[in-house]
T-cell receptor, first 114, second 111 residues
Framework: ETGVTQSPTHLIKTRGQQVTLRCSSQ?????VSWYQQALGQGPQFIFQ???????GRGNFPPRFSGLQFPNYSSELNVNALELDDSALYLC?????????????FGPGTRLLVL | AQSVTQLGSHVSVSEGALVLLRCNYS??????LFWYVQYPNQGLQLLLK??????LVKGINGFEAEFKKSETSFHLTKPSAHMSDAAEYFC?????????FGSGTQLTVLP
């Protein structure tokens, strides 16, 4: 069974640029959630995708957007990068309808905005 | 909105000693609760989860947690700490299919 994978592992961008992060869900999972984890903090929910549509969103501005593809993989896009966007971005996959819908996390993409 | 409070941002124990990491939650409905562990420069690994089947939940690596509704707590314990347990631990509650995390507890294991 393949776990959740994310790419790239590290990324350096400058303020104002755009970035795309990618996530492949665990086999058998159909839901993908994205989280932002700033240094020394717990992860914060960005949004979730199910059936290729956004299915819940946290307190993040519209410049954070995403996609889910028919194979359940997902992308997180961030436009007009700001210094405060520097963080570890975590993707998690789960199976809709399972009790508790346990989320399994990938290793993350560490983004540094200069 | 649901919330999670983890008391103690840093906990130090000696190798072989009891590990107790505290988590309190607020929820208006019976919650789903989780503990995750994060090793340096890695993602989150699921330790255990509570889904109302049993109040004492056993997880991986010898960890367990007890759900106490009256105290709105879900504390994580391990009878005997090992050096490899040194990591950051996060408690989380699930609402509307999204996780709300506590701020984390950094566990240090002293030789």
């Amino acid at each position: 069974e393949t776990g959740v994978t994310q790419s790239p592992t590290h990324l350096i961008k400058t303020r104002g640029q755009q970035v795309t992060l990618r996530c492949s869900s665990q086999s058998g999972h159909n839901t993908v959630s994205w989280y932002q984890q700033a240094l020394g903090q717990g992860p914060q929910f960005i949004f979730q995708y199910y059936r290729e549509e956004e299915n819940g969103r946290g307190n993040f501005p519209p410049r954070f957007s995403g996609l889910q593809f028919p194979n359940y993989s997902s992308e997180l896009n961030v436009n007009a990068l700001e210094l405060d966007d520097s963080a570890l971005y975590l993707c998690a996959s789960s199976k809709a309808g399972e009790p508790g819908e346990t989320q399994y996390f990938g290793p993350g993409t560490r983004l540094l905005v200069l | 909105a649901q919330s999670v409070t983890q008391l103690g941002s840093h906990v130090s124990v000696s190798e072989g000693a009891l590990v107790l990491l505290r988590c309190n939650y607020s929820s208006s409905v019976p919650p789903y609760l989780f503990w995750y562990v994060q090793y340096p420069n890695q993602g989150l690994q699921l330790l255990l989860k509570y889904t109302s089947a049993a109040t004492l939940v056993k997880g991986i690596n010898g960890f367990e947690a007890e759900f106490k509704k009256s105290e709105t707590s879900f504390h994580l314990t391990k009878p005997s700490a090992h050096m490899s347990d040194a990591a950051e631990y996060f408690c989380a509650v699930s609402e509307k299919r999204q996780l709300t995390f506590g701020s984390g507890t950094q566990l240090t294991v002293l030789p």
